[in-house]
């Protein structure tokens, strides 16, 4: 798949097979999101890979609460990544999305479905999310 055609076919996923993605495919991913670029090329941005299945119930739990819905925010993907960017980074949420948008179109690249989901930041707020 050629460039143009990944920016102007990409969808989010809301179904995900249950079977983890190859630790080649994250690194790439990873690489994807770690190569975006940043304000001043700062390179900011934090990125936090979760695959343990009881941890990423445990998030979506708190997740679904910021929501107000009981539901799986996260839809049962396997692996869930958070990308955290300093609080007085002043282009630090502009930094972090392209973090996203780069990881999301790199998944697609490979044939990986991937979702942006909202509400992280609240979620970390809370005091379940800062332990």
Same mark, same amino acid.
């Given at each position: 798949?050629? *460039?143009?055609?990944?920016?102007?076919?990409?969808? %989010?996923?809301?179904s995900f097979k +249950?079977? !983890?993605?190859?630790?080649? =495919? &994250?690194k790439t991913i990873?690489?994807?999101?770690?190569? *975006?670029?940043?304000?001043?090329?700062?390179?900011? %941005?934090?990125?936090?890979?979760? +695959?343990? !299945?009881?941890?990423?119930? =445990? &998030?979506?739990?708190?997740?679904?609460?910021?929501?107000?819905?009981?539901?799986?925010?996260?839809?049962?993907?396997?692996?869930?990544?958070?990308?955290?960017?300093?609080?007085?980074?002043?282009?630090?949420?502009?930094?972090?999305?392209?973090?996203?948008?780069?990881?999301?179109?790199?998944?697609?690249?490979?044939?990986?479905?991937?979702?942006?989901?909202?509400?992280?930041k609240e979620m970390?707020?809370?005091?379940?999310?800062?332990?």
């Open positions: 798949m050629d *460039a143009i055609e990944v920016l102007t076919t990409r969808r %989010s996923c809301r +249950q079977e !983890q993605i190859k630790d080649e =495919e &994250l990873l690489d994807c999101g770690l190569n *975006a670029p940043s304000g001043m090329n700062k390179q900011s %941005s934090k990125i936090v890979v979760v +695959q343990n !299945q009881e941890e990423i119930k =445990e &998030l979506s739990k708190l997740n679904a609460f910021i929501w107000g819905k009981e539901a799986d925010p996260f839809y049962g993907a396997p692996t869930v990544c958070f990308i955290f960017v300093p609080k007085d980074e002043s282009n630090g949420i502009k930094d972090g999305s392209l973090v996203i948008g780069a990881m999301q179109t790199g998944a697609y690249a490979l044939n990986i479905g991937s979702c942006w989901i909202n509400r992280c970390f707020e809370l005091e379940k999310g800062q332990e």
